[in-house]
Every structure is written in C-alpha cells, then in structure tokens.
C-alpha cells in the first residue's frame, strides 16, 4: 500500500494544530471583545422613544433635580418612570401646543399609559435597590454618568456583571457624601480645605490630623461612616436571590 | 404481625417513617442508598449512548453562548395619574378575610403593583393571631385559577346577564302572585351579615320562598348537643391556654375544625418546654385515625367512632358527672383503662380541664361532654359558649333533607343555588340531587366554578373571588371583617354571591356601597363617628365589638338525661364481617372545593403524606384480614425502579351504595374501621381536581353523615398507583462507618417531661452525644463575630430554631413557602418519581407499635450548615456561604450537576427536572412573588431562609442607618406558623429570640455528629404522657 502521509502533511498538521489553537483562543478573545463592545451592549445608542425628552435639557439647563420625576429612588427598588401627570405639572402651562409633546396630553388626557423603551435592563435574577445606593452616598452618576449631557437618553454603562462587581468590590472609588448623590457635577475636593470644608458642611466626623487628600481616602471615611460592609457586597445574595 | 415489630434497635429507639422502614424491606434499603432513585426509569433507553453524548456536547456549546445576549429592551410603561396609595416598586398589604372552613380568618394581602402575591396572618384577627393554616395560604392560587369561571352560561352556551336578568325576572313575576312558593334559594354557610341581609329582604319580598344552607361539613352535632345540654343552640369557643388537661373525643380541633388556628396557638403555649419552666398541658386523643391533633397527643387511642360515646360515658360515669344515658356494648380492657386515667387526670384538674367532642360525634356525646365540662366547673374557664356565629343558624343535614323533599314533591319551579354550593356532587348519596335538579324548570347556579351542579342547571353565573370584590364575614366567635379587594376584577363578568341578591332585589349596587350601607343601617357606630369606626374597621381588619358575647349557661336537667339511647355498634353483623366508614374532611382539599387547587392538592397530607388522592386507610390488622397485604412485605413498590407505588383497589359497600377506593394500612389506626375523606373524585373541578382520588360521597347518607356501619369490603383485582412522599428524601440514619448494619442513630432528641425536669439536658438519654454541636477543631472559627465596633456594625448570623414539641405537623409552612418562594407544582406522575419540589418538608416519624405508635414531627428547612457539605462538591461554584452564614444558591451559575443534592445528609435540595415553572395560563404569571427568582429546567434549588425577606429588612434597615431588629425578618414559614413552633432571627445577638432558643439546654441538631454544624437546630420533642398509662402500655406491650 502506498504511503498516506507526504511529507507536506507534517506541515498540514502543524497548521491545524496551532491554527486550531488559535482559532479557539481567538474565538475567545474575539468573541469576548465582541459581547463587550458597545455594538452588542447598545451602550450609548439611544433607542426610540414616543417623546424625544431631553435629559439634558430638564436637568442641565432648567436645573430640575432628578427625584422631581424620579421621586421614588430613595424609598424603593425603582426609580420609577414619571406618570404623564408629572410632565403636565409643566407642560399643562408651557409647550402646551407642542407637537411633541402631543403623546403626553393624549395620555393624560385619555388616561392611556405612555409607553416608553426601556434604557437600561437588568436580567431578572438581579435584584437591584436604588434606594440601598442612593441612601448610601452612591449617586445616580456612577450607573447614568452623562445622563446630564444626555439629549436622548441612552445608556451609559453595559450593566454587566463585571461592571456592578468594580464597585461592589470598591466602593471606596465612588462613594461621595449623600448630600451629593443628586449632584451630577460633584467632584471630589481636591484640596486639604475644600476637603474640610466638605466633611464639617456634612457633619461627616473625620481625624483632623488625617485629613482625606483624595477620593480614595474619603471614600474609605465614608465606607466606615456608613456602616457599609465592603466584604459583604460581593456575596452572592447581596444581588442575586 | 409480629415480624414488623422491631421495638427499639441499636444505640437509640428507633424511628421509622413508613412501613417498609420498619420492617426492613430490602426495596427500602434499595431506596435510602439512591439520591433519585426513580430517575432510570423515565429515561428509558430510546436514546443511546453515544447521541446522547452528542446532545450533550452541543447543548454545552450553545450554552456558553446563549450567555453572552443581551435581550432586547422591553417597555417601560408610565401611568397617567401618580397613585396617591403606593409606590412603584413596594408592596402594599390590605387587611381582609378569607373562609377556610366556613368560618372567616383575618388576613393581610400583600399587594404588588396591583396583584395580590401572598396572604399572611392578621395578628389582629381572633382566629389568625397572625398565623395562618395551609388552605388560607393556598387561597391566593384560587383567584389566579385558569379554571375559573368567567362567562354567564345558559345551557352552557355563553349568554349575557342582561339576557339573565330578563329571564329571572320573568321567573320571579311569575312566582309573585304566590308569594314566591316555588322559589328556594340554597346557599353554603351564610356569615356575612350584609347577604344575610339581602336574603331576609328578597324572602320578605317573597314570603313563600325558602332560603336553604347546605355544608357537607357542617356543625349540627355541636349546635344539636349544645341544646340537648342547655336548651339552645350554641356555640362552644374553647378558651385552651386555660386547659391543663385536654380530653379530645374523635375531635381535629388543632387542624380541620372551627377555630383550628387559635386553638392551636392556645395549645401550644400551654406546652412550650424551657429550662426553668417545664410546665405542660397533656392531651388525651381518643380517634380512629390519626389526624393532626390525634398526632401531637402525648395520650392516644385508637378506637372506632362509633365506641367514642361509650368512652366518653365511662368517663362520665368515673367522675360522678351527673348524666344518664342508655348505654350498650363493652370497652376493652385498654379502652377501660385509658377511661380511668383520664377521669382520674379531668378530677384533678377541676376547673383547667376540657372534654372537647369531634364535630362527627352525635349530638348525644356533645350533650355528655357538656355535662362533664359543666361538673368540673370547666364552663366559663376553659370553654365558653356565644350564640352561633352563623347569620341564620341552621340544621344543615335537615335543610338539605327538605329541600330534597321540595323538589320530590314538585314544589321548586326557580331552585337558585348561590355562592359555589355543589349539591350534584356532594349533597348525601341517598338525596339523589343528580336527578332532582333537572326536574326544576328554573334552576340558577352560581359559583366561581362550571361543577357538577353548574351542568345540571339552566343558568350558570360567574363568581367573583373574595379579593376582587368588597364583602363582610364572621369568624367562628362572631367578629366581623370588612373583606377589601385586593385586585381589579381579574374578569369583567364575574359578580358575588352579594351583588346576584342585590340585583334578585331590584336593587344592584357595588358591592362597596352594599356592604358599606348595610353596616350604616346596623349602626356599628352612631352616624357621627361611622366614617372613622368604618375605617379603622377595614384598616385592622376587624370590626370593633362584633365577636358574639358569652352566654351564661346552666344544665338544663341534673342529671342530664340523654334520651338517644348509645350503641357500640359490633363490627359482625347477620354473619358477614361488616366494617365501620368514617367520613371526614380531607385535610388539604376539605369537602372538595378546593380540588382544583394544585398547592393543596400536591401538599403531602399532614398523617399519610400522600398526595393527590385520598384512600380507603385502615390499620394494618384489617388491611391484612382483608387479604390486601401484598407477598409478606409492606412495601409498596410492585417494581425496581420504585415507580409505581401502587395500592390495592376495594369496594366499600353499603345497602346497596358502593364505592371504589384504594385501600392503605396507616399505623395507629382503629381496627375494625375505615376512614375515608371527602373531597375527591369530582368529574367537574377543573383541569387539576378532576380525576383525582375516590368519591366518599357516593356512600355517605344523611341519616349518617359521619359515621356509617355495616360496609362490605370487597377486594378487587386493580392496583392505583398513589404518590406516596414518606419515603422521599429519605436521611440514611445508619452509623457512618457501619452502613452494612441496621443500627440506626436516632434521629430525633426525645424525652419526657419528667426526664426534662430531672435534667434538661436530656444527658441520660444514651443517644444524647451524637447531637453535640461543637467538636473539636483546630481551624479558626469561622462564623463567629463576637466584637464589633459598633452596634452598628453588627453582622447577622442567621438562624433558625424549631420546636417540635409544639408542631402539629399542620403543613401550613410547607404551603406558606410555595406561596412565597415560586415553588412549582409538579403533579402526580412527577411526584410518584421522588421529584416534588416543595423547599420545605414536614418528616413525620412514627416510633413504636404499629398499633398506636408516637409520631413525631420534623419540619425539614435547609439547615444552613456552616460547614456545608453541598458547597464542596459543587464544581462551579454555584452554592457559597455568604457573610451572614447563610448557604447561598446562585440559580444563574448552577449547570445541574446535581452532586450538591447527592452530598446533602438532610436531602433539602430540589432539582428542575422539567420546566415546572412554566406556565401556559398567563393569568398566573401575576401569582409569582416579584422578589424570587423564578428558576428553569435543569437547575437546583433550595431553602434560603427567605433571604429576599432578610435583604428586604437589610436594605430597611441600611436606609435608617440602624441594625436589623430582632423579628423584622420573619421567613413565611414562621410567619404562617399557627403554633409559632418556628423563630428565626440573628444568632449573634445574645438576647434575640433565636439566640434564646439556641441557649435552651435541650437544643440539638440533627446529624449533629457530622459536624455540618447545621443552622436549624431543633428542641427536644418532650411529651408529658401520663405515667399510670403509659405503665400500663408497657405492661401490654409484654403480653406479645
């Protein structure tokens, strides 16, 4: 019987082997990079809406403070989207002839629900409190940061896994004082007076000869001034129930 | 018998849990070595080995993806206006009332976003004190019913009410010139004040007509005895925290009779067991078959029904009660004992005793308990008497009598049926009202239900569930509840049995307005204060100054004459050894309406544990005489892959009335008798009901509604496969390293009282060692947090400690935990397989002769080991402890592996064998419980202390920057809990209940010498028999 095997196909065989490891790990890597891109995670593209309602506009240039419409974030798991009632409390006296606004009237008016498409989705076996973070000092711009620059809204952060564990396992990088928790242009003071200045304005105790100098620093202050219990935050039952 | 008579074995008494246990069947043995022993035969062999290979490579491939998705963003909806009452995201709970038993209980709905999700105890409502039993618990899943009724129909063809209107109308025009003669309108028990008020005006209307009431399971005996007694019917309310010694004749008041649920909080605070207070009520069970409370007795006896009245006047005749009846037949020499001593322990508790008589008995034995009661001054202490809590008290058995002659008679010509009353199916045998409701050229049906009598009438209308509607109702002492609704009408077309009389008046309103205008015309408060009387009333859930107030009785006669002479009916009658029947209310589906409900129906049965069915049960003499008994074994299994667990089929047959049922020997029962519950083999119940079990109303006649002698057994050749859960989830108790041996390690710490007494650590018990809790151990120690910074800072250790020295093994938080937790129900076949999937389950364990053994309860949670033996073999991780020691199971990581469940000593772990969850009804959907994970196929799952409660209280508690108080977590199996055997709280907190419990001397973990150190820890079961007796027991046992 002839020979099977050429010597080529030592060749052949090296390039499927190592060509085949490298698909596999390409695959993965390709494959990782791809569920994590903002193409598959839809972060930042703002999907459709019955009213193009400008988050920048309402916050940003008339200055209405987030729990306005969002008046549930600090009592319950949601934020709550705001009933047309709350749109009319404004727009039964400005913009009433708007054209865009002509879905609001119309359920206002016929006591019909107003459907919006969801921003951001959790799957459901996480179990999410608003109200745990913002009494907390975790402000509404750690998940929605630009929410404030936002024309259309869209969503800031993919809402993985990964992304909620950062913080749960750090919370120190983005802890801030509960009074700022609304603020979205609240930067952690930099300098050792601005600093005090904060803490003494916030009745936040500190050891005046170890004064904060950086978020890190307040952070863990604020850690141990809240009672948070940072090794707890990444058990499993924390979020998941 | 005497080979399945094995007394006491190895280190400790032994405890078995079913027959075959006992008698060491080797299909047993077969049964405790395997974690799913039933899991071959489903599969079969259709596929092979190697395509099963090849599925299994792809689903793993596809699974990693299907990971990766993100899913498409649903809708947000905004509401027009902004709910003033809630908000979004945070339940509400509404306080009304449901009927168990005929008789309201007071209940909290808890509301989310407009769907009602769980029912808890009212701690405001008299007969709830917070707890509830497992029917009220299940009652939620009726309003979800896809089975329910939703459409008028006329000769089952859909129709509007408009066109009913019509046609009532036209009917009762015609009645009027006769002042209604023909009319009669049969209701259920009526005790809701404001129907009973559109009936008296709708029969003033209509002077002729008759309103009729019908329960199957009704209390005439009580209501016939009490006016024996004291001339007049009354309503007997026991008053049991005041009882020291308890005499329960043939009498379930812990589990299926009035009150149940008060009753058994008053018991068992006569009973709780602590160091330095080691004082005990003692409760004498005389009954044929064990039943909930027959089982927490710490005296039981088991004896025919129909001996019960010559029982009870033996005891009568001891202790010089002034009585005379006519009395036949002869006690035994046990039967004549057990008399003595519980005369003798009724004499020395004068005034804290009680006689209670089962609802079964006849009139003549509750006369006779009156009498006892009356001479040990008991009356007034620990049993009072109210006038009956029923709006029109009445003799059911004579209603339904004479409606049945009505209709013989051609006297109906308009036969309106309201509220869900079943006639056709379980009106007595011997009315035949299958074939007298057609005769009635006007017949109505109305019920949430199309039944059995729905078919037979011309007119069928939907019912409204009592949350989607306004209503009163009284509970048995009488207290009034405003009953809220809790939803929006779930369908359009449905109205209550209040707004069919309403309109039947001329006068149809909303049920709120109705309800609300009959109690301004009642004057519940003066017309100033109504508004605030009204609304605290609906608020709490009671109405103020309603509960019927104590009567003073006297005897009427002394000595009391009984003129119903009192038989001991002999079991051999005209040459044919005949048999007694005893009926009573099955203790999930009652009389039958609730048999489309699956919770209850899949809910092992508190004594049998055996689900889905009801059987012929009878003691194992009788089962064998009766040549049932199969091949010299108990074993149930007729093949080895332990699927069908099969009984064998008999006819019950009585002058001519026969039945079929299967037939099941249940230990402790009374020889020469049978007992079978209502509430099965209905032909209409819905998609789960019908189909399921035997028919008892077939035989059960309204001269004996209760107990019916002289039926002939006759064997037939057919077997019925039945779901028997005792042998499920089975925990090996034989010693570790000597599995091959059948010593076994006790599974449970007992003692007596008086043994607790001397040493409260039990510590004479041999066994006592093998439940230590801490061993040895040269690791840190991991869950112990001893100092904190601050109070603050306090971390939780949770745990749980359950005392089954006051469990009655009613179920109620096996129910409460499905209703909480999305528990699905998997159905017959699937439990048949050892597959239910309830998180919680009771063990009930027997120890002893199988004549009268002791039962013993174990309610099974996980036990939260802090050594967990599950989390070590999980390969990913998918059940970890979290910082409060709780053992986690993260649902989203689990891959089904299953060696968590094989490694598990307490077999608490349950696996999604199919998508159980699933339901095809959408109406459903709105039943689950938004804080719970809903789990799929191919996933484990487990008890987790409720932890969506605990992190609910977490999040509270972290909003308000304070520490979690001690009973702001409460898990729903404690919550429902109507003895509060259970208390959970934070082991870490010296002075919490939990803690307290944990420091009692005769705390103990089950399998403790495996050093899982399991957070459910256990008190000892102490009883408190009485040691004349209990001698004399021994002395018998040595007869054999």
């Known amino acids: 019987m002839a020979q099977v095997f050429r010597r080529h196909h030592n060749t052949v065989a090296r390039v499927v082997v190592v060509g085949g490891l490298l698909a596999i790990v390409g695959l993965a ?90 921003v951001n989705n959790l799957p459901e076996f996480v179990y999410f409190d608003h109200s745990a973070h913002v009494n907390k000092g975790i402000s509404c711009a750690s998940c929605h940061g630009g929410i404030e620059k936002m024309h259309l809204t869209h969503k800031s952060q993919p809402f993985s896994m990964q992304f909620c564990l950062n913080c749960h396992r750090n919370p120190e990088q983005h802890i801030r004082p509960k009074e700022e928790v609304f603020n979205m242009y609240y930067k952690p003071p930099r300098s050792e007076q601005e600093m005090k200045a904060m803490l003494d304005k916030y009745g936040i105790p500190y050891d005046s000869n170890n004064i904060p100098r950086n978020q890190l620093e307040l952070g863990k202050l604020l850690v141990k001034h809240y009672n948070i219990h940072k090794e707890q935050l990444s058990d499993c039952s924390i979020c998941h129930r | ?221 009580v209501y016939e005895g009490a006016r024996l007694a004291f001339g007049e019917w009354l309503n007997p309310i026991c008053r049991l925290r005041n009882a020291k010694v308890i005499v329960a004749l043939d009498s379930d008041f812990l589990y299926t009779e009035s009150g149940a649920v008060r009753y058994a909080r008053e018991f068992a605070d006569g009973r709780r067991v602590r160091a330095g207070q080691a004082d005990m009520n003692r409760l004498y069970v005389a009954e044929p078959m064990f039943t909930v409370t027959g089982m927490t007795a710490d005296e039981h006896l088991p004896i025919r029904s129909s001996k019960i009245a010559r029982l009870l006047y033996e005891i009568a005749r ?91 008679n051609n ?154 002479p009192i038989y001991d009916l002999a079991p051999v009658q005209a040459g044919v050894k005949t048999y007694e029947v005893r009926f009573a209310p099955d203790p999930t589906v009652y009389d039958g309406r609730f048999a489309n409900n699956a919770w209850l129906q899949e809910l092992p049965k508190p004594v049998t544990r055996v689900c889905w069915d009801n059987l012929a049960y009878m003691s194992l003499k009788t089962y064998e005489e009766l040549g049932l008994r199969r091949k010299g074994t108990w074993a149930f299994f007729e093949d080895a892959s332990f699927v069908r667990g099969d009984a064998p089929i008999v006819t019950l047959s009585v002058n001519g009335q026969a039945m079929r049922v299967a037939a099941y020997p249940i230990p402790g029962h009374a020889d020469d008798c049978i007992t079978v519950h209502l509430g099965y083999g209905r032909t209409r119940a819905g998609e789960k009901g019908s189909g399921a079990g035997f028919d008892a109303y077939l035989i059960r006649t309204s001269d004996a509604p209760w107990i019916r002698t002289g039926a002939e057994v006759i064997p037939q050749a057919e077997r019925y496969p039945i779901a028997r859960t005792e042998e499920h989830h089975l925990i090996d108790t034989r010693q570790p390293d000597k599995l091959d041996s059948t010593d076994h390690r006790p599974i449970i710490l007992t003692g007596l009282l008086d043994e607790f007494k001397k040493d409260p650590e039990l510590r004479d018990k041999s066994h006592r060692k093998g439940y230590e809790l801490k061993h040895p151990t040269m690791y840190p120690e991991r869950w112990t947090y001893e100092s904190y910074e601050t109070p603050e800072n306090h971390r939780y250790a949770w ?12 179920s109620a938080c096996v129910t409460a935990c499905q209703a909480e937790n999305n528990i699905p129900v998997v159905g017959k076949t699937e439990v048949m397989r050892g597959r239910e999937m309830l998180w919680l389950r009771i063990d009930r364990y027997f120890k002893g002769k199988v004549e009268n053994p002791k039962v013993y309860q174990l309610p099974i949670p996980c036990m939260q080991c802090e050594n967990a033996p599950c989390e070590l073999v999980c390969p990913v991780a998918a059940t970890v402890h979290d910082h409060e020691g709780l053992n ?61 409660r605990i992190s609910k209280a977490r999040i509270l508690a972290k909003r308000e920057n304070r520490r979690i108080r001690d009973g702001e977590v409460v898990p729903a199996c404690q919550q429902a809990c109507p003895t509060q ?43 408190n028999p009485n040691p004349e007796l209990s001698g004399a027991e021994a002395s018998h046992a040595t007869d054999h």
């Not at chain 1, 039964?92 to 006591?111: A, E, F, G, K, M």
């Not at chain 2, 745990?799 to 009613?810: E, L, N, R, S, Y």
Request: proline residues 8%; hydrophobic residues 35%.
């Open chain 1, 29 to 118: 890597v390709g494959g990782s990079a791809i569920t994590r891109s903002p193409w598959w995670t839809k972060v930042g593209e703002p999907p459709d809406q019955p009213v193009p309602f400008s988050h920048k506009h309402h916050y940003e240039e008339l200055g209405i403070d987030c729990r306005y419409c969002h008046w549930s974030v600090t009592q319950s798991a949601h934020a709550g989207v705001p009933s047309t009632e709350v749109c009319m409390t404004c727009h039964s006296q400005i913009w009433t002839n708007s054209p865009l606004l002509q879905p609001v009237r119309d359920s206002y008016n016929n006591d019909k629900p107003l459907v919006w498409n969801k």
């Open chain 2, 1 to 221: 018998m005497e080979e399945t008579r094995k007394e006491t074995q190895g280190t400790g008494e032994q405890f078995w849990r079913s027959l075959s246990e006992l008698e060491g069947a080797p299909e047993f043995e077969e049964i405790l070595k395997q974690e799913f022993p039933r899991q071959a035969a489903p599969l079969g062999d259709f596929v092979s080995r190697r395509q099963f290979l090849k599925l299994m490579g792809a689903s793993m491939a596809l699974a990693g993806l299907s990971a990766c998705g993100y899913k498409p963003q649903g809708p947000v909806i905004s509401r027009p206006k902004t709910p003033t009452d809630r908000i979004v995201g945070v339940s509400n709970y509404y306080a009304t009332a449901v009927l168990t038993n005929g008789y309201a209980i007071g209940v909290l709905g808890r509301v989310y976003e407009g769907r009602p999700v769980k029912l808890e105890g009212n701690p405001d409502h008299p007969t709830s004190l917070g707890a509830t039993d497992a029917i009220t618990q299940a009652q939620i899943l009726d309003l979800y019913d896809p089975d329910r009724s939703q459409t008028v129909l006329r000769f089952g063809r859909p129709e509007t009410w408009r066109a009913f209107e019509a046609d009532i109308q036209n009917a009762l025009g015609q009645q009027a010139a006769k002042g209604g003669a023909g009319i009669r309108i049969l209701t259920g028990r009526v005790v809701s004040p404001s129907l009973a008020a559109q009936i008296q005006k709708f029969l003033q209307t209509y002077p002729q007509a008759k309103w009729y009431q019908y329960e199957p399971i009704n209390r005439d005996n």
């Open chain 2, 318 to 408: 001891l202790i010089d009660a002034p009585v005379q009846a006519t009395v036949e037949g002869e006690l035994s020499e046990t039967e004549q004992k057990w008399a003595q001593v519980a005369a003798g322990d009724l004499v020395a508790h004068k005034g804290a005793s009680l006689v209670i008589v089962g609802e079964a008995q006849p009139p003549a034995v509750h006369a006779i308990a009156h009498a006892i009661n009356a001479h040990l001054g008991n009356i007034g202490r620990t049993v009072v008497f109210t006038a009956p809590p029923e709006e029109k008290p009445t003799l059911h058995m004579q209603d339904i009598k004479q409606l049945a002659d009505d209709l013989k």
């Open chain 2, 411 to 564: 006297a109906v010509e308009v036969l309106i049926m309201l509220g869900g009353v079943n006639p056709a199916y379980n009106a007595p045998a011997d009315l035949n009202f299958k074939e007298l409701i057609p005769k009635v050229p006007f017949t109505v049906h109305h019920g949430m239900y199309v039944d059995e009598t729905a078919a037979l009438c011309v007119w069928h209308l939907p019912e409204s569930h009592p949350f989607e509607a306004w209503g009163d109702v009284r509970a048995f002492d009488g207290t009034v509840t405003i009953q809220q609704p809790l939803i929006f009408p779930l369908y359009p077309n449905t109205r209550t049995t209040l707004e069919v009389m309403a309109q039947l008046n001329g006068a149809p309103a909303e049920t709120f307005k109705l309800v609300q205008e009959h109690w301004k015309a009642a004057k519940l408060a003066p017309e100033a204060q109504f508004d605030a009387v009204w609304r605290k009333g609906v608020h709490d859930g009671v109405l103020p100054r309603t509960a019927k107030p104590v009567k003073q009785v006297a005897l009427q006669q002394t000595p009391l004459v009984v003129q119903s």
């Open chain 2, 799 to 810: 745990a749980m400690v359950i005392d089954p020295t006051v469990c009655t093994g009613c």
């Open chain 2, 888 to 948: 986690v199971m993260v649902y989203n990581r689990c891959v089904g592996t299953r060696y968590c469940s094989n490694n598990c000593p307490y077999k608490v772990r349950r696996f999604n064998f199919y998508r159980y969850s699933y339901m095809k009804s959408p109406v459903l959907h709105l039943l689950q419980n938004p804080d719970v994970t809903v789990r799929g196929r191919g996933v484990m799952e487990k008890c987790t202390y409720c932890v969506q």
């Open chain 2, 981 to 1023: 055997a259970i208390v959970f709280g934070d082991m870490n907190d010296p002075n919490s209940r939990v803690s307290q419990m944990k420091q009692q001397p005769h705390n103990f973990a089950i399998l403790g010498e495996l050093n899982a150190r399991p957070r459910t820890t256990y008190l000892a079961k102490i009883d």
